[in-house]
Structure formats: structure tokens, C-alpha cells
């Protein structure tokens, strides 16, 4: 076996080694690289026998990334930069971290990893492959194993329940039995983990090329009652396939597509919000996915030829989401739910909008308050009612956002107090 490995983690290899300390490349890497599918990580992890402090010292830029796990970022001459972690093992584990102290051998240090697919070594100098847990055999097999006893490596650490169902559904493998049972048997420990954790993993699932594969597996596995309590039912086969049918590119729709389906259209906004709340989502991103949400499966009735009533609905919506927005439907209506020539009217149509430059918003019209303070107008809140009438009339197409064509129009209004 070869394995091609970056010239820069090589070099660092090397360099490790001449100092004494034994050094492989490790991790999701190695087990593509193995795969056969390289392509898919370019992430190289390496694993030592150099603690933190002699890895700072042996190489220019690093960056203490966890130095009490062991774990230092090193830039390599590519620029890039590589975690170079130290061997370690477990002393105590409380199920959502554990305590490690550092190894001598290698050995020690894979057999602490999840599974056997994640527990083989590749040394690029010595072109040799360790793999004492037989990784490479369950490759070749499609079967995703434990290392050593599952129900133990599970209680370990929870998260690797779900890193399990991730990687069957990603590399498309079977479980196997001993390890699915133990997946099952600790599934009940996952809300002990931190939810930043549980959003990581299930952002990296949603993400994926068929997400579909592991949230089926969530389901089987029990794992879904946890992730989503709020949920209280099982996703019916077509909800999954349509989280499969909107782009990968953009996981936050696909979870709007899942909440779509779980909560149902007629949840309301602040179920939503509160889901998100828990998993510690950023204000930002629970604005855009709620929004997203409320765009619905479809395109509401009467926005497709309406034009004044499809602006209204874009503008509260927003540009940003708006592009959520679209590949729900798109998906929804590929997947049966919606109808295709609806949606595609409706996203041509609010399209031509945007290129047309019709504004959203007071702020994108072609006059201010200034130009109307100008005209006569006394500043305060009748400025703001004028701009959102001057707005309408722009939606309605009585007049295009010209500034000349608009101040036309306010002369005609009644100036108003500022009161």
C-alpha cells in the first residue's frame, strides 16, 4: 500500500523523528487515504511521542490548540496548519470528556479511539500502515466496529454515538451488531453531553452528501428522542429524502427542511426559536433559520402574481434568507411536496425584483428623509410614514425608485409635523 501524503506533513514527520520522537499520520486521513478516497480530507492529524512543550520548541509557528490534551497546531511550509497531538490514553471517563495522561506507544493511543476505521496509523517514511484493530478489513467490508468492548468505548464518551450513526450514514457501512447494540444501549446518556457538541454533530450530519442515511440511523438507534425532544414523533421516510434534496452546500436549509416536517407549518415561531435556543444556536442564525421556516414548503398563495404583495412578503423575509427560502421549495418540489412551476414562477419573479433594483427597504429608495426635510417637511415621524407611503407606491408600481419621479410625488403629499 501507498499512501500519498503532503509534502509539508512529511517534512514534519521527519523533522519530529530526527529530533527521537516516533510520529504517524492519523485520523479521517488515513482511513479516506485507505478508502480510497482521498479526496474527501484534507485534514492531516499527526499523533507523537513529543509532549506539547518539546513540539513548540521544535517547530516556529504553532499555537496551543489543547496542550493539556496533549493537542498543538503547527503551521507546515504549505501554510497550512496541521494538530499535532502526543499519545495518550485514558485515566478516568465521565461519558462527555475524559481525563488523559500521555503514552509511550502508538498502540496505546489508537486503542483509545472509537472505531476501528479511525484506528489505524500510516507512516509516510516507512510507507507502513498499523493497524492492530483490524480497520482495514472492516473497510474493505463496509462495517462500521467499535474498538474493544462497544458498551463500554460508548459510555466513555456519548458523543461517540453519534459519530457512529454519522460515519455509517457518510461512508454508507453497516453496524455491527455488538457495536449497534451498544450504540442503542447508550444512546439515553446524550442529553449529558454539552449541546454544543450535539449541534457540532448534527450540523457535520446535514452537511454530509446524504444525510438522510444517518438521521434514519438517529431514528433506529433512539438517538433522535434526544437530539430533538421536541419533535415526540418519528420523520416520516419522505422527510428525510427531502433534507437529501436541498443542496448540501447550505445545511441550514436542509435543517429548516427537517423542522418543516417535524414541527409541521403550523408550529409556531417560538417552538422553533426555543429549539434552536437549546442547541446554542447564534441569535444570527436562529433569525435565519426561523425566517427560512416561515417561508413554508411552498410559495404562499398570491405572491406569484401580486406584485405589491410579493414585496411586501421578500422584504420581511430579506435577500439572504430568501436564498434558504428557494432551495426548500425547489427541494420540496422535487420530492412531490410542492409544485415546481409555482416555485419557479415565484423565484423568477422576486429575481427580476431584486435585479430591477426594487428596493425593500425605506433605507433603499432613492430619496431619504433629508430631501423631504428639504422639501418643507419637519423632521420626526412623519418622515417615516411618508418614506413607507413612498415605499408602497414604488411596490404597487405607481412610480419606479427614481429621486426625481419620487420627490415629484412627495410634493404632492401633505407635509406632516414632527409630531
Known sequence: MRIEVPRAVCEMVEHLETA??????????VRDAVRGSPGEREDWDLATRAHPAQVRRLFARTVPLGVEYGTVGVFGRDGVMYEVTTFRHDVITYGRKAVVAFAERLQDDLARRDFTVNAMAWHPGKHRLCDPHGGQRDLARGI??????????????YLRVLRGLRFAGAL?????PETWAGMVEAAP????????????????????????RALDLYQRSGAMAYVFPEIGRPFADDALAAVDAVPRH???????????????????????SSLLVRLRFSNSEVEQIQSAFSGGLRP????????????????KKGKVVMRHVFRVWRAAARTGVGQGAA?????AAIEHDV??????????????????VALGWQPGPGIGRALRQLLEAVWEDSVPNDRAKLIEMAERMEPVGGT
Do not use: C, N, Y
Open 20 to 29: 527521537g520522537f516516533e510520529t504517524w499520520t492519523v485520523g479521517g486521513a
Open 172 to 176: 454508507g457501512f453497516e453496524v455491527e
Open 300 to 315: 404562499p398563495k398570491g405572491v406569484v402574481h401580486d406584485a405589491a404583495a410579493r414585496r411586501r412578503w421578500t422584504a
Open 144 to 157: 462500521l466496529r467499535a474498538v474493544g468492548t462497544p458498551s463500554e468505548r460508548f459510555r466513555e464518551d
Open 355 to 372: 435585479d430591477q433594483g426594487i428596493p425593500l427597504s425605506i433605507q433603499e429608495l432613492a430619496v431619504a428623509g433629508r430631501d423631504l
Open 250 to 272: 447550505d445545511p441550514a436549509a436542509r435543517l429548516t427542511m427537517l423542522l418543516l416536517h417535524g414541527l409541521g407549518f403550523i408550529a409556531s415561531l417560538s417552538a422553533v
Open 189 to 212: 446518556g446524550i442529553p449529558k453531553l454539552s449541546v454544543e457538541r450535539i449541534r457540532e454533530e448534527l450540523m457535520k450530519v446535514l452537511g454530509g452528501p446524504r444525510p438522510s
Open 343 to 347: 416555485v419557479e414562477q415565484t423565484v
